[in-house]
């Protein structure tokens, strides 16, 4: 019997101990393994180009070139790029930037670990996923009147 190949991750976050954690949780995965990791919105769109990985998890807020940066530098070149947000951050306007930027994915922090393990297949299968409180914010956005996606 064929072992599936495991799903190849970049972590890109600008805390050493965030990235670590995140690293040493997906590795634990049978079907999961980080081939790179990331300080900074440039060094994660250099190590995309480098590892080509299945899925990267990206904090949207890091110094130098930032998470929003990042996705749309690897989505430009890598059109097909699964990429995650995953961040402390909700406001409306980050989570619809970067799903309108190329992200497939957006998880809180905050969330339970099955739930970015969840994610991280579900965007690697080729679907979106988006956590529910984030897809609650999400639609907030286009519920107030003469908002639309323009706005």
Do not use: W
Not at 16 to 25: D, H, K, N
Not at 90 to 98: H, P, T, V
Not at 131 to 142: D, G, I, K, S
Request: proline letters at 5%; glycine letters at 8%; one cysteine or more.
């Amino acid at each position: 019997m064929k072992v599936p190949e495991s799903i190849r991750i970049l972590v890109a976050d600008d805390h050493p101990v965030v990235r670590e954690g995140l690293s040493a949780m997906i590795n634990r995965q049978p079907d999961m393994k980080v081939v790179a990791e990331a300080g900074d919105g440039r060094e994660a769109v250099e190590q995309f180009s480098q590892y080509r990985p299945d899925v990267a998890l990206i904090d949207l807020r890091m110094r130098g070139m930032d998470g929003l940066q990042a996705i749309l530098a690897i989505c430009r070149r890598f059109p097909g790029a699964r990429l995650v947000v995953l961040t402390t951050f909700d406001d409306n306007e980050d989570i619809y930037r970067a799903l309108q930027g190329g992200a497939k994915g957006y998880v809180l922090k905050g969330a339970p670990r099955e739930e970015l393990l969840e994610c991280i297949r579900t965007v690697h299968a080729g679907k979106s996923h988006i956590a529910p409180t984030v897809a609650a914010r999400l639609a907030e956005r286009f519920s107030k009147p003469g908002l639309t996606a323009g706005n």
